[in-house]
């Protein structure tokens, strides 16, 4: 290993730097940040893969040129998510999401960290931003939805731990995502600012049970939310740039040591309010080891630049950094043995037969079969010529990528007979919703295959129109189940969890009636219109003192609406006397209730 007392200031701060490039190819962007700035990691996205062996061929030079100009492997890293977030497309095994992981057994979970962690670092890719572990509790969330496990954080928590095993297991760096939590807000931090209101003791029951329980774990890496936590930083700090968040919170209360990753320092909820570079100076004095800035050079230029003013001046003391290059230079150690004889000793007809190994394709699709969930009425028999309707493929969040044969119409045209077809946008207008329910009139059986209906209402609107003729419907959701709560009057309602080839396949199959629904639902389908947040009365839990609490919390940050989730052993006069009192609190502030007894 490196010692780093040999290591200058810049070679130092370069080690602190993960940063992304366009392109297929390694080009006078790379060239710049590692020979001049010494950068020493790497984050790829879709925009930089072509094919297998161009991104084995790729991956090779970079290390080349690092280990060239550092004398350190970097971490190479990659939001391979599985399901909606996938960067690596072409050839390779598509993983299935997390919730579709969480609509089978815990245990594929681990087959799936492990098959991946495989083949990533047969492509020299070592470090996994994955597993997402938010707690993806609000129907209204754009970003997270299907990324997360569930909206229970125990089983989160299962399935994170389950995951990371797996992909440890073949050595490759694991990362739990968006610390403290994502999963309760209703904007996304790629385009601005977003808060989780919630008291301490809310988050702590909830929000952080799956990182406490990743830790324990052995998790390697934390990356941190562009998100407002006030009950924890009161100083109008994002988590990224929070100490009382990275520093206090994660270290200190939590016992994390591993390594602390921003997400993007570009995303719009840093970038809009601190500027991109002087958040990366914010971050590191936070807590942060590693500063991701995935896309402009010049931003990357002068984060460099303004962290060793930041040195040179004492404003981040050269033991801070010192502490944290050491910290990444162990982990650097522990993995450079692996991706040598895994990658760096390999060719690419060595690894290829890891990278395309049928077995593995096999069993992530039998996975996302066994993930198909009939909610509520009768499996669809095909009778008589049916009419199927799906939405052309979107990405929802600029973490997404979109590839052209995600199209269900596509592909079951070539496949399925005794259908016609109608392919739809996501967003649909008056006219085109009167034309196809005019079209709909001449069949008895409708297959409607929505994509976030519950985001793009005039899907809704179509389905709507659709069982006015009185026809046998029925309705897919092909990405976040809680499409559900807009179309909970339709009589056939089934979820699959992610809008890729595989789940394309499976809806064929089902269609076929070759593939029986089996999955169970990961999250709760309780209707909660614009809900900005919850609080539970009758468990120990949350006594009267501690609601009350909460609900003026809300008041004072603009919150207008709350679910109440009443728990009710026995009808009691304590328990009675409680909800009222909360109930005429929320009245008394301006809030309206939802309430489920």
Do not use: W
């Amino acid at each position: 290993m490196v010692d780093i007392k040999s290591m200058s200031l810049e070679e130092k701060i370069g080690q602190l730097l993960v940063i992304g490039f366009d392109g297929y190819e390694y080009n006078e962007h790379l060239q710049e940040i590692i020979e001049k700035y010494k950068v020493g990691n790497i984050i790829l996205f879709t925009r930089n893969i072509d094919d297998l062996e161009q991104l084995y061929n790729l991956n090779k030079r970079i290390y080349t040129e690092i280990l060239k100009h550092t004398k350190i492997i970097p971490f190479m890293t990659i939001d391979q998510e599985g399901g909606m977030v996938t960067r690596i497309i072409s050839e390779a095994t598509f993983f299935p999401g997390n919730m579709t992981l969480s609509a089978t057994s815990p245990q594929y979970a681990y087959y799936v960290g492990k098959m991946m962690g495989e083949e990533l670092l047969a492509l020299g890719l070592n470090f996994n931003l994955a597993p997402v572990l938010d707690v993806n509790n609000n129907p209204k969330n754009p970003v997270i939805g299907v990324r997360s496990y569930s909206d229970n954080p125990e089983k989160v928590a299962l399935y994170g731990k389950n995951y990371i095993r797996g992909l440890k297991e073949k050595g490759v760096i694991t990362t739990g995502k968006h610390f403290p939590g994502h999963g309760d807000t209703s904007t996304d931090s790629h385009y601005s600012m977003t808060i989780v209101p919630h008291n301490k003791e809310r988050l702590e029951q909830i929000e952080l049970v799956p990182f406490k329980e990743c830790i324990k774990e052995g998790i390697d890496a934390i990356m941190s939310a562009h998100v407002l936590f006030p009950a924890f930083e009161p100083n109008n700090l994002p988590a990224t740039l929070s100490y009382n968040v990275l520093t206090k919170l994660l270290r200190q209360q939590l016992n994390f040591n591993g390594l602390i990753i921003s997400d993007c320092m570009e995303m719009k909820a840093i970038a809009d309010y601190y500027t991109t570079e002087k958040a990366a100076v914010m971050g590191l004095k936070a807590g942060l080891d590693l500063i991701c800035i995935s896309h402009t050079l010049e931003k990357q230029r002068r984060a460099v630049e303004l962290i060793i003013e930041a040195v040179k001046n004492n404003e981040i003391p050269i033991e801070i950094i010192d502490e944290k290059v050491s910290r990444i230079l162990q982990y650097k150690q522990r993995i450079k043995p692996l991706v040598e004889e895994k990658f760096l000793n390999k060719q690419f007809h060595d690894v290829y037969p890891v990278l395309t190994n049928k077995e593995n394709k096999e069993f992530v699709q039998k996975i996302v079969d066994e993930s198909l969930t009939l909610v509520q009425g009768s499996i669809f028999k095909k009778l008589e010529k049916s009419l199927l309707i799906a939405t052309e493929p979107f990405a929802t969040t600029i973490a997404e990528d979109v590839v052209s044969q995600r199209s269900i119409i596509d592909q079951a045209k070539n496949t399925l007979s005794g259908f016609e077809f109608i392919k739809i946008p996501v967003n649909l207008d008056d006219e085109l919703i009167d034309h196809i329910v005019f079209k709909a009139q001449s069949f008895h059986q409708i297959v409607v295959c929505t994509y976030n209906a519950n985001f793009y209402k005039s899907q809704v609107k179509l389905i709507n129109h659709l069982n006015q003729l009185q026809k046998d419907i029925h309705v897919i959701s092909t990405r976040n189940p809680y499409d559900y709560l807009s179309l909970r009057h339709i009589e056939n309602f089934l979820c699959v969890y992610e809008y890729t080839p595989n789940s394309i396949q499976t809806i064929i199959k089902y269609l076929e009636g070759k593939l029986y629904p089996s999955g169970k639902l990961p999250v709760d389908l309780i209707f909660r219109p614009d809900i900005g947040a919850s609080l539970y009365v009758g468990l120990s839990d949350y006594p009267l003192e501690k609601n009350i609490d909460f609900l003026e919390m809300l008041a004072k940050e603009n919150i207008s609406k709350v679910f109440i989730s009443a728990h009710m052993p026995e009808m009691n006069e304590g328990f009675v006397e409680e909800l009222k009192i909360v109930l005429n609190k929320a009245k008394e502030l301006n809030i309206q209730v939802v309430l489920d007894i």
